[in-house]
């Protein structure tokens, strides 16, 4: 049996447990938070036919022509709803294209930015909307618990993610091509810019996270498991206490291997206040590591950054 490489949580115990069992998983999710930055969930209240059912779909979707496909990329979004085509985004910092394609969901009804759908895939729109309603609830969950860690009321980040503009974003990396950059990955070293990710059970395995002494750790992809890691929004809100951890998605031995993934970026609204916490200063030595800014200002210079701004 495959085992998992970083810390497992059960959120059924802080959703559903006696008090005692709430406060050890906030104490559990800010010391897996702390030392690696990620960990596993389990018992997370994501169907899992759901998430088999939503691969189905983007298979369909990512199988279509290029042609077909690049009629949902809107250059005016900025890669914040739709298709963005295999090659337009790489890495913070990084030369080399990223070896994927990949499609963003936002919260249906948003009254700013519609979702466009693939007419191609009818099954496509109403198995994307159920998963980012299940993905919505688990990370409000979670945030509660993140919350909790920080000394803040449980209801801290309530609002500010219900008026945020969190993004499911459904990734498709296919065969390896033989004409790709030698320093190019399916996913170049990257810290992700949000609150946390909740990131469903992938199809394949090649995530790793940048340990302290610099070596790769391999997370395991595993049936009835979503990996969390911490954002660099929580990371600069915690003045540094919580870590957005630096990872990658690999090549493969075998290039033609495909590969699929669903990454939830859990964003607040553009007016939250990013300044560290007084609490985590405190924590900290008393000095502020982080500028004041909110996280409008934060998201759009790092997507400037990544070649979608």
């Keep these: 049996m495959q085992s998992q490489t970083i810390p497992v949580l059960n959120l059924a115990n802080f959703v559903e447990g006696a008090a005692t069992q709430k406060s050890s998983f906030v104490k559990d999710l800010g010391n897996a938070l702390q030392t690696y930055g990620f960990f596993a969930l389990e018992h997370h209240g994501i169907e899992p036919q759901l998430i088999q059912t939503a691969y189905r779909a983007a298979a369909a979707f990512f199988a279509l022509s290029d042609q077909t496909k690049q009629q949902y990329e809107d250059e005016a979004l900025k890669g914040q709803r739709g298709f963005i085509r295999f090659g337009k985004e790489h890495a913070k910092d990084h030369p080399a294209p990223d070896l994927k394609e990949f499609w963003h969901v936002g919260r249906e009804g948003d ?9 191609e895939v009818p099954q496509f729109r109403s198995v994307m909307i159920a998963l980012y309603q299940q993905l919505e609830i688990c990370a409000a969950q979670l945030l509660e618990a993140c919350a909790l860690w920080l000394e803040q009321p449980p209801a801290y980040f309530a609002q ?16 390896i091509p033989e004409n790709a ?16 990710t909740l990131l469903c059970e992938s199809t394949a395995s090649g995530l790793e996270l940048r340990q302290s002494d610099g070596s790769w750790l391999p997370i395991s992809s595993i049936p009835g498991q979503i990996i969390v890691d911490t954002g660099d929004m929580l990371q600069a809100l915690s003045n540094g ?3 957005s951890t630096t990872h990658r998605v690999i090549n493969p031995d075998n290039a033609r291997t495909r ?10 609204r553009p007016g939250f206040d990013l300044t560290p916490l007084p609490v985590c200063v405190s924590k900290t030595a008393g000095a502020q590591r982080y500028p004041v800014q909110t996280a409008g200002e934060y998201l759009a210079q790092r997507l400037r950054e990544i070649g979608l701004g």
């Design 111 to 119: 009254p700013h930015l519609a979702n466009p759908w693939p007419q």
């Design 160 to 175: 500010e993610v219900a008026q945020g503009s969190s993004i499911l974003r459904i990734i498709h990396y296919p065969p």
């Design 241 to 243: 206490l919580l870590k």
């Design 181 to 196: 950059a030698p320093e190019s990955l399916r996913a170049a070293p990257h810290e992700d810019i949000n609150l946390i």
């Design 259 to 268: 590969r699929f993934s669903m990454p939830f970026f859990v964003h607040p």
